[in-house]
């Protein structure tokens, strides 16, 4: 039987910074990758810069078919005034009865940013229970959680699959470009690398698990 991923972000290009070379690891295997974004796109960064979502959820269409994903679901909730209510937690437990999923994949509790705070008590949420049985946690970068919060215990050697997730996050032209271009490019391989070095592997993402069953090491 197919394995099936739900990797859970709040907001487009979240997943592919925090786990894209694992996403695309799994979808190698022949896991079906679904990627659930739970804002709709549409923000003014810090430089007054607007964002449309027609244009950030077309950038996460290119970034999941890069990865071997499906194509991703998004709500129209509005960026940084994520809310974790009756309502929401209803609308994630309908898909995750849905497609039933072997994993799930999320951001940390102790993520700075609201948004993913949110989403990661919207985790817990549609989580208990036992429903899911391997429940994952990242960081989309080093600094959110801090290291004291963030303690990982599951790693994912990378190395065939890095180039895909920067491939990835070119993908989103707009967040790339915000970011450095290359500049970021080069800090997301850099961090890869570090967390290779945990474990003695040429690139890794790291989690942190929240729940873990036998189950995640295949047939």
């Known amino acids: 039987m197919t394995k099936k991923v739900l990797a859970m972000s709040a907001h487009p290009d979240d997943m592919e910074f925090e786990a894209g070379g694992t996403i695309a690891k799994f979808a190698k295997r022949g896991y079906k990758v679904h990627m659930l974004v739970l804002t709709n796109g549409n923000y003014v960064d810090m430089s007054g810069k607007?964002?449309?979502?027609?244009?950030?959820?077309?950038?996460?269409?290119?970034?999941?078919?890069?990865?071997?994903?499906?194509?991703?679901?998004?709500?129209?909730?509005?960026?940084?005034?994520?809310?974790?209510?009756?309502?929401?937690?209803?609308?994630?437990?309908?898909?995750?009865?849905?497609?039933?999923?072997?994993?799930?994949?999320?951001?940390?509790?102790?993520?700075?940013?609201?948004?993913?705070?949110?989403?990661?008590?919207?985790?817990?949420?549609?989580?208990?229970?036992?429903?899911?049985?391997?429940?994952?946690?990242?960081?989309?970068l080093p600094y959110r959680p801090n290291i004291f919060a963030y303690r990982p215990q599951f790693f994912v050697d990378i190395s065939e699959t890095i180039d895909t997730k920067i491939e990835s996050i070119r993908a989103y032209k707009s967040q790339y470009e915000k970011f450095g271009g290359e500049k970021l490019v080069e800090r997301m391989r850099d961090m890869a690398k570090t967390q290779g070095w945990a474990m003695g592997y040429e690139y890794a993402e790291s989690f942190e698990v929240i729940r873990m069953d036998e189950s995640i090491l295949g047939d």
Not at 70 to 90: C, S
Not at 112 to 128: L, N, P, T, W, Y
């Open 50 to 140: 607007k964002h449309s979502k027609t244009h950030l959820q077309s950038e996460g269409r290119r970034a999941a078919e890069i990865l071997g994903a499906e194509e991703p679901i998004f709500f129209d909730n509005p960026v940084t005034n994520l809310r974790v209510t009756g309502e929401i937690v209803t609308q994630v437990d309908n898909i995750v009865d849905e497609l039933k999923p072997d994993i799930f994949i999320s951001h940390h509790p102790f993520d700075s940013h609201q948004d993913h705070k949110a989403a990661a008590e919207i985790m817990f949420a549609v989580c208990r229970q036992g429903r899911v049985k391997n429940v994952l946690s990242g960081s989309t």
